[in-house]
């Protein structure tokens, strides 16, 4: 195998093993850059070669792409635009923005309340965000629309500043920070949640982007949904701009850089990412011995986006312009993030000593300069001018997205304590000395007495309405289209689809068996027909359409492409033909489950975001949702999302054969934490039909809910019954209802399953009666959560109210009056039926699929968990004989006749099914 070395000099290199047709020739090419390079020297040799790889990549020669660039501005100054705001004021601006997010920060820290926050992300990043705020963020009325900023987690304290300066927030508000249940004025809640959560703050947070690595995957799926809008003809969303501010440390997070070729293969010049390149993370340098940017920047370029870094400030200009021989440039390619962190948190004479200094004739473009003026030069990402350019190219750019690499310094602007300190991070509150010197650096109008009488509580600074910085900040959010960030709700509202659409799944399948899968697809389908709100369904499919019964659906609604689609399909002559279209309305989003929830929480927070509500119906292999992506599914909760979660393939024993990393079992218990999911598990597609029509008129009726719905449906093909007359609507919704009743007498027990259970609970209801003369009224419990979530809250209202009539749970209400034992069972671990145990008390006994699932015949695994019909059955005659009901010797026949200890004696479920 061939070396690296011996593959030629540029790494993923040139062809070597191409034969040399014309070696005379070559080698005169060879000679003469071997003449440059000695008479000319090495750097004009280095220009020559890199704009001949330049004109080569124009003229499409197919050389490999330079994925890095010296350590310099993309924008050289000669290019930069001319600057179009007061420079003065938003600089003076910018200094009480300082100002204030410190002191609330530090103020949170008062004693008795210490609850932290964050100050030096938001000093590192001001000058990012407030070249934005003036000049390139839309409000939302702005005539193209607002623009979506996704701003990093922890810089909320800056923006809380600005929108206090704003007059947005009150002083008694930014005194409530991080105490959003405790801080309490005139009986009034007063306060601000820690970091962007609309959930806690729905007029003002748009983006959850707290955890770490959520908002860029987020922000690139939101830009996708814009452009999807706009090429379905459902908005013009083409001034729209999405902007993610990211911290460098963040960009480690795998969600970070896995959707970055998406992006680019989506064309999303509608996304810039801004990363706040400060070289630091929690603990201490993110690349130590390495350099962040020029990774960032390879990796970035390799994936297809444009590229602009913004390294240096202006102080630098003069000396790169006169830097002839490339030395300083050849220091700054060098040096280390790791060595640049320790100059910024040193002073001017060490980096003339060990930046400078290294070598003699950058040493010499200094000599005559004092500490202070080294001192003073700054990093790009601190300097306004280098930012606007960024900016303003990045919004011009158009085929690809763009990222913007800003170099800055953590704690920037709060003196040596924390400027480039590795604990920077985590420092919340100003020694009294950092806190005088901080005022003086921002010229602040506050007395040393007045910092001295209460260190704890410096005062917040804010200039009256008249005064020219806060007229100024004013007027430009003005022009811009209103305050950022603001989230809204008042948009259009949806026509429900009508009764009819859920006829044809309530009359069940006839003789034909079909899955709980198949039945909800083909309900989709009857709902996707609704003239108006057929159009607001988004399914979202990973690459698993063709399990789900779901590629009939392509000819019809089509796979969403920006591109279309520039081939003839392979199976372009089928009835079911593979077809993209640029109006397409499914999102394919490959294999891909991060990626669909990011689209999820793009779509189902449409009503706020585009205010038009739109359904994301986004299905996929069950194992592969709450467990994988569940952090992605609770920030799409704070999003206060609306839509379906559709958990196919369900179960621990019901897709058949497919083993431990596919049979799921356990999701409605991970699903149960999340308070904004309800789940239901029906078991008929009458069920299903009536679970969808109350999703809709919760999260899409008159007076929506911010819940999503969840829904877990098998590949088990059964006969689906008609529904019932006088089915008990309200039971299917709250969670249980009756779907038989035992006839005659006998001992009396109840039966409980849900989902593909239900099928084993009448297997057991046959054989007590067959069998052991047990009489068995069956229960479809529809959902074991949302009986413990009523039953739960009954108790709590109880507990803090003890003279209040509170009415029974449903729970209570239909099982407290029956007779007999209670057993349960479902295709899930025991914890899902053992969530309602509590209020059933001794009567209660619930079977399991608890362990790892494995690859079997359904039959024989739902023997092995003991989880089947006739392992029910054996369970009631056991509590049974407790009672003295039935002989206790009737246990033991039972096991014998069912054969229970034999895996292969298995009765329960069929065989078939996709998987
Ligand atoms: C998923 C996740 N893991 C860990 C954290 C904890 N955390 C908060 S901020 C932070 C460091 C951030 O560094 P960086 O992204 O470089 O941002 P900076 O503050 O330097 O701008 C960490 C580890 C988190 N919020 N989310
Ligand atoms: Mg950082």
């Known amino acids: 195998m061939a070396s690296r070395d011996s593959a030629g000099p540029i790494l993923n290199g040139l062809p070597t093993n191409l034969p040399d047709i014309d070696a005379e020739e070559t080698s005169e090419w060879l000679e003469s850059l071997d003449l ?43 290019a930069e635009p001319w600057y179009p705001g007061d420079q003065d004021l938003e600089r003076k601006f910018r200094r009480l923005l300082r100002w204030n997010a410190a002191v609330m920060v530090h103020r949170a820290q008062r004693p008795g309340v210490g609850v932290g926050g964050h100050i030096s992300t938001f000093a590192s990043s001001a000058t990012l965000y407030e070249v934005g705020f003036n000049h390139f963020f839309r409000g939302k009325d702005h005539p193209g629309g607002g623009d979506q900023v996704f701003f990093q987690g922890h810089a909320s304290p800056g923006m809380y500043a600005r929108a206090f300066l704003e007059g ?97 293969y989506e064309e999303l010049d509608n996304l810039t990412f801004v990363v706040n390149c400060n070289l630091q993370r929690l603990d201490g340098p993110v690349r ?26 202006r102080g630098w200009d003069p000396l790169l312009a006169a830097d002839k021989d490339g030395a300083l440039v050849n220091l700054m390619n060098t040096t280390s993030d790791g060595d640049y962190q320790t100059f910024k948190a040193n002073d001017g004479a060490y980096v003339r000593d060990n930046f400078f200094g290294r070598d003699p004739r950058t040493a010499k473009m200094i000599e005559n300069w004092s500490e202070d003026q080294v001192w003073q030069l700054t990093r790009g990402g601190h300097d306004f001018r280098k930012v606007y350019a960024a900016y303003d190219a990045a919004m011009k750019f158009t085929g690809a997205p763009t990222v913007i690499l800003a170099h800055t310094i953590k704690g920037y602007f709060l003196g040596q304590h924390f400027a480039g300190r590795n604990a920077t991070h985590q420092m919340k509150k100003l020694a009294l000395d950092d806190l005088k010197q901080f005022r003086d650096r921002l010229d602040m109008p506050v007395t040393d007495a007045q910092l001295e009488d209460d260190p704890y509580r410096p005062p917040y600074i804010k200039p009256d309405e008249n005064d020219d910085r806060i007229r100024y900040a004013k007027e430009r959010r003005r022009a811009l289209g209103g305050p950022v960030p603001e989230r809204r709700t008042a948009g259009e509202s949806l026509k429900l689809p009508e009764d009819k659409a859920y006829a044809a799944v309530k009359k069940g399948s006839g003789k034909q068996e079909i899955a709980t899968t198949m039945a909800l697809v083909r309900l989709f389908k009857d709902l996707l027909r609704d003239k108006e709100f057929g159009a607001h369904v988004v399914p979202i499919i990973p690459d698993e359409a063709r399990t789900f019964g779901m590629d009939s659906l392509f000819p019809t609604i089509k796979i969403y492409s920006p591109h279309g689609q520039n081939y003839t399909p392979v199976d372009h002559d089928l009835m079911l033909s593979y077809r993209e279209a640029k109006n397409g309305q499914i999102i394919h989003t490959g294999i891909n489950e991060a990626g669909s929830v990011a689209s999820f929480t793009a779509v189902g927070s449409s009503y706020a975001t585009h205010g038009i509500p739109m359904v994301p119906v986004y299905i996929f292999y069950s194992m592969f949702g709450f467990q994988r992506t569940g952090d992605a599914m609770w920030a799409a909760a704070d999003q206060l999302c609306r839509g379906f979660y559709i958990g196919a393939t369900a179960g621990r024993t019901t897709l058949t054969g497919e083993g431990t990393q596919h049979m799921d079992g356990h999701s409605p218990v991970l699903a149960a934490t999340n308070p904004a999911v309800i789940w239901y598990d029906p078991a008929f597609s009458y069920e299903i039909a009536h679970i969808v029509k109350s999703g809709l008129e919760r999260m899409y009726g008159e007076d929506p809910e911010d819940i999503t719905f969840y829904l877990t449906v098998y590949n088990e093909p059964t006969v689906q019954p008609a529904e019932p007359e006088g089915v008990d609507v309200e039971g299917i919704l709250r969670g249980l209802h009756k779907i038989r009743t035992g006839e005659g007498d006998g001992p009396r027990v109840q ?165």
């Open 751 to 915: 039966l409980l399953a849900s989902g593909t259970g239900v099928h084993w609970a009448l297997e057991a209801a046959d054989l007590l009666a067959q069998d052991w003369g047990v009489v068995a009224d069956v229960w479809s419990v529809t959902s074991w959560t949302e009986l413990r979530r009523e039953a739960m809250d009954v108790d709590q209202r109880r507990f803090l109210n003890p003279g209040d009539e509170v009415e029974d749970s449903w729970l209570v209400q239909q099982l407290g009056d029956t007779q007999g034992p209670i057993v349960a069972t479902s295709d899930y671990m025991k914890q899902t039926q053992d969530q309602i145990a509590q209020w059933l008390g001794e009567r209660y006994a619930a079977l399991g699929a608890d362990g790892f699932g494995f690859s079997d015949t359904r039959a024989a695994a739902r023997r092995f968990f003991h989880i089947d019909g006739p392992s029910m059955v054996v369970k009631a005659l056991q509590k049974l004989a407790e009672k003295g009901e039935v002989d206790a010797g009737t246990v033991g026949q039972a096991i014998d006749k069912y054969r229970l200890l034999d895996v292969t004696a298995g009765s329960s479920g069929n065989a078939g099914g996709e998987s």
């Open 168 to 264: 947005r927030l009150t002083e008694e508000r930014m005194d409530g920070f991080r105490q959003e249940k405790s801080h309490l004025v005139d009986g009034r809640i007063e306060a601000l949640p820690s970091y962007p959560h609309p959930r806690q703050m729905p007029d003002f947070w748009e983006f959850p982007t707290v955890s770490m690595g959520l908002g860029p995957i987020n922000a690139i799926w939101q830009a996708h949904f814009n452009k999807y809008l706009h090429n379905r003809g459902m908005k013009d969303t083409s001034q729209q701009h999405v902007w993610a501010f990211l911290g460098d440390g963040e960009m480690d997070e795998v969600e970070s850089r896995g959707a970055l070729q998406l992006a680019s």
């Open 36 to 78: 440059l390079t000695d008479e000319q020297g090495r750097n004009r040799a280095r220009y020559i070669m890199l704009k001949l790889l330049e004109r080569a990549r124009e003229r499409h020669l197919g050389v490999p792409s330079l994925t890095a660039t010296d350590h310099v501005n993309t924008i050289p100054a000669e």
């Open 288 to 313: 130590g011995n390495g350099k962040i940017m020029s990774e960032l920047e390879s990796f970035f370029r390799g994936a297809g986006w444009n590229v602009i870094k913004v390294v240096w400030g």
